[in-house]
């Protein structure tokens, strides 16, 4: 489970962020992790690392220093139908890489993706690319556009808030709305600015720990029809905490490209080993001076 936000500025003036995104990562927290750093042999990407055995190098959220930006967010499935065959299926973590550190816009990346033979668990993968083309459709910004598996269908979402969560994106859970109109709020209160960075940050990292259950969630129960209602009622918070105290929200990341093209990667994330009832919580700042395509 992971929760991303996404917002676009439609016209970025001087001062101003293009993109500002806004992740939490819901995992085991024992599950081997590395927190955000310049990748060795990659040194184009910024992001965190799985380090699980079999699924070492890939990653949730990162940054390349051409301004692409890659999220995957699995989608929530009953547990018989999400444990089958996993020996069979190949580790989602890798979408992210591969674009990141690829050629292919994101267009050309999803459309090979929904046609390809390689068989996942059901997820959402968001890309967000600079935009390049002087088109119907180019806001001299980013273009956000994201792939549900479970229909293999690529969507092109217009500029402004977009939330994404363990659903399809057309059939959101309750967090992932509330989380929307709440960032549409910091936004419109603080402004996209980047001489408000410090305000916006910690505003954002506020409410990534809101630990309010948005429960009962129709969408929610339907898709974990198995699952115990003490565990979904854990699962509708912005900011996961489970009753057995070994899984639920232990990263949160904001990345802010200004209308500069420099970026700022910002994660927090726990300490390990993890004390989930008293965590210790470090900071990872990383900056990039972008380099984006230029409109032919």
């Known amino acids: 489970m992971c929760l991303l936000f996404a917002y676009v500025n439609p016209n970025p003036r001087s001062g101003q962020y293009k993109v500002i995104v806004v992740n939490n990562r819901d995992e085991i927290?024992?599950?081997?992790?590395?927190?955000?750093?310049?990748?060795?042999?990659?040194?184009?990407?910024?992001?965190?690392?799985d380090l699980m055995e079999g699924r070492e190098g890939g990653t949730w959220l990162g940054l390349s220093s051409s301004g692409k930006i890659a999220s995957l967010l699995n989608i929530l499935q009953p547990r018989e139908e999400a444990t089958k065959n996993q020996k069979d299926l190949a580790s989602r973590g890798y979408l992210v890489v591969n674009y990141l550190r690829g050629e292919k816009p994101a267009s050309k990346y999803l459309h090979d993706l929904a046609t390809s033979d390689c068989e996942y668990n059901k997820f959402n993968l968001v890309i967000l690319e600079p935009d390049q083309k002087d088109d119907e459709f180019?806001?001299?910004?980013?273009?956000l556009m994201y792939y549900n598996s479970s229909e293999k269908r690529t969507v092109c979402c217009e500029p402004g808030v977009h939330g994404f969560g363990n659903s399809n994106p057309a059939k959101p859970f309750k967090k992932v709305c509330e989380g929307v109109t709440k960032i549409e709020a910091i936004i419109k209160e603080?402004?996209?600015?980047?001489?408000?960075q410090k305000e916006l940050v910690e505003s954002l990292f506020n409410l990534m720990r809101n630990e309010e259950p948005y429960h009962p969630d129709d969408v929610m129960t339907?898709?974990?029809?198995?699952?115990?209602?003490?565990?979904?009622?854990?699962?509708?918070r912005i900011f996961v905490t489970t009753a057995n105290g070994t899984y639920g929200?232990?990263?949160?990341?904001?990345?802010?490209?200004?209308?500069?093209?420099?970026?700022?990667f910002?994660?927090?994330?726990?300490?390990?080993?993890?004390?989930?009832?008293?965590?210790?919580?470090?900071?990872?700042?990383?900056?990039?001076?972008?380099?984006?395509?230029?409109?032919?």
């Open 29 to 49: 927290y024992a599950r081997p992790t590395r927190p955000a750093h310049v990748w060795e042999g990659n040194p184009s990407i910024i992001a965190g690392e």
């Open 138 to 143: 180019s806001n001299k910004s980013y273009r």
């Open 190 to 196: 603080i402004g996209p600015l980047i001489a408000k």
């Open 222 to 236: 339907a898709q974990g029809k198995d699952l115990p209602e003490i565990l979904l009622k854990s699962l509708s």
């Open 249 to 264: 929200t232990r990263t949160t990341t904001i990345v802010l490209v200004g209308e500069d093209d420099k970026a700022v």
């Open 266 to 296: 910002h994660e927090r994330t726990m300490r390990v080993p993890i004390n989930p009832t008293n965590p210790v919580w470090d900071d990872v700042v990383l900056y990039h001076d972008l380099s984006p395509p230029r409109p032919q």
